[in-house]
């Protein structure tokens, strides 16, 4: 009876949340590390998601939304420059015709004082698409910053 498995559900009802118990119980170890955990250890989110992809027989990246989240906070929230550095580069490594991956490590090139490095991972980010206006606008910062300095 449906009453026994899913007490407040009727009908209707019934068929979303038994889908929605089935997509959690095939997925169940998906939900990566803590941002502060995967912060402080990246090495810990490339494990995560190898330990996932082992256990479903197909590869899961690390997710790239969740690794830039996680590589800023490094970055500008913690200042764990090292940290940061590698969180970037995971992205890189695993989606390199990413724009977003390249300015990741753009900004974190910026913030380490590189800025020649930086130039070059926004001109990347650039080339990969030129309609991105966040490169270009790092770009002009960098140039502004440079023509600030004295000689």
């Known amino acids: 009876m449906v009453s026994e498995f899913f007490e407040e559900e009727t009908h209707q009802s019934v068929q979303v949340e038994s889908y929605l118990r089935g997509f ?12 502060e955990i995967a ?6 989110l490339v494990q995560h998601y190898e ?3 082992e256990r479903m027989g197909v590869n899961f990246k690390p997710d790239p ?24 580069q995971i992205n890189i490594d695993h989606y390199p015709t990413s724009h977003t991956s390249w300015s990741g490590i753009g900004d974190y090139y910026a ?9 070059e991972a926004f001109e ?5 698409n030129p309609s991105y206006a966040y490169a270009r606008q790092r770009l002009q910062e960098i140039d502004q910053e440079r023509s600030t300095i004295p000689d």
């Open 24 to 35: 959690q119980a095939v997925f169940r170890g998906y939900k990566p590390p803590a941002i």
């Open 39 to 44: 912060a402080a250890t990246p090495s810990a």
């Open 51 to 53: 330990k996932f992809s």
């Open 65 to 88: 939304t969740y690794t830039n989240i996680v590589a800023y906070n490094a970055l500008n929230y913690y200042g764990w420059m090292e940290q940061a550095k590698a969180l970037f």
């Open 111 to 119: 913030t380490a004082g590189e800025e020649d490095k930086a130039r």
């Open 124 to 128: 990347h980010a650039l080339e990969l």
